[in-house]
């Protein structure tokens, strides 16, 4: 399973069927429902990020109402990962045919990578993000639509890639026995410090995380930053860690973080869905502010 980028360019010609022997890709859609409907690259399917998520546990209890609300909780449900992938074949995904994901690049806070991070997990095995996004799209003088596109019903099986998450338990038992490893902390600073949104259980960063802040994967462009520069934006004694992870708020941002780096390694990077929504929940969780 592997994840790249492709251009805007490209992927019209992929639609158009003018490159011989590559698979017309499906493509998905990962901005607001309201965005899609104002309108959309012809024949995208769209996947909100959102819709995919647990709720918090009952169980926890002095949790800000807003935290129920979908966008609010990041962790993928894990009970109902079978009812997903009957839900991705309905809507014409398959394991084995390539998906273009795209949001609105930058404004669209990681969107398209929380919705690709999540395909390639569940079991499709060629996602690529559309470099520069929507603008990207319209620039390179693509199309828009503003129907609802649907696809024919696949086949999809559930085949879970591992590699790719890190949950709140294995953490915590980590950080237990001193082998918490580095995590990427792909918010702002000022989050990162501590100074963050009051609906937050608890405010802070996870004990070894480095901060890298997601705006810096973009160039002014709205497209990617290259290979070097984002080599470039962490010590490189971090990303020879070999327990690296990143997270975020709810796991959306480290989500594109995790796939550039495979993008431009080949490394396969773990994110931690849950988070800081998830860690701040449980108060026997160090948390730490500067």
């Not at 647990?54 to 979908?70: I, Q």
């Not at 918010?187 to 405010?203: A, K, M, N, V």
Request: proline share 5%; net charge negative.
């Amino acid at each position: 399973m592997a994840i790249a980028l492709i251009s805007a360019h490209k992927l019209q010609l992929l639609l158009a069927g003018e490159i011989p022997g590559q698979m017309p890709p499906l493509v998905v859609d990962s901005r607001p429902e309201s965005e899609y409907e104002a309108g959309h690259i012809p024949s995208a399917l769209r996947l909100g990020w959102e819709d995919w998520n647990a709720k918090p546990d009952l169980k926890v209890t002095g949790l800000n109402l807003d935290l129920w609300e979908p966008g609010y909780w990041g962790a993928l449900d894990n009970f109902r990962l079978e009812e997903f992938a009957g839900r991705l074949a309905q809507l014409g995904l398959s394991n084995h045919r390539p998906v273009v994901v795209y949001a609105d690049s930058l404004a669209s806070k990681g969107r398209e990578g929380r919705i690709a991070w999540m395909l390639l997990y569940l079991g499709v095995e060629n996602v690529f993000l559309l470099d520069g996004g929507w603008r990207a799209w319209l620039d390179a003088g693509g199309s828009s639509d503003r129907l609802e596109s649907r696809a024919e019903r696949s086949c999809f099986t559930l085949r879970l890639d591992h590699r790719r998450r890190v949950s709140t338990n294995a953490l915590a038992s980590m950080c237990g026995s001193g082998r918490m490893p580095t995590s990427v902390d792909t918010r702002s600073l000022s989050e990162f410090q501590g100074d963050s949104f009051d609906y937050q259980p608890r405010t802070g960063h996870l004990p070894e995380a480095v901060q890298l802040s997601y705006e810096s994967l973009f160039e002014e462009s709205g497209t990617f930053v290259n290979r070097d520069k984002f080599l470039a934006l962490l010590d490189p004694r971090v990303l020879s860690d070999p327990n690296l992870i990143t997270y975020c708020e709810v796991g959306v941002r480290a989500s594109t973080y995790a796939l550039l780096l495979e993008a431009y390694t080949g490394r396969v990077l773990p994110v931690y869905d849950g988070s800081i929504m998830e860690w701040g929940a449980d108060k026997a969780l160090p948390l730490f502010r500067e």
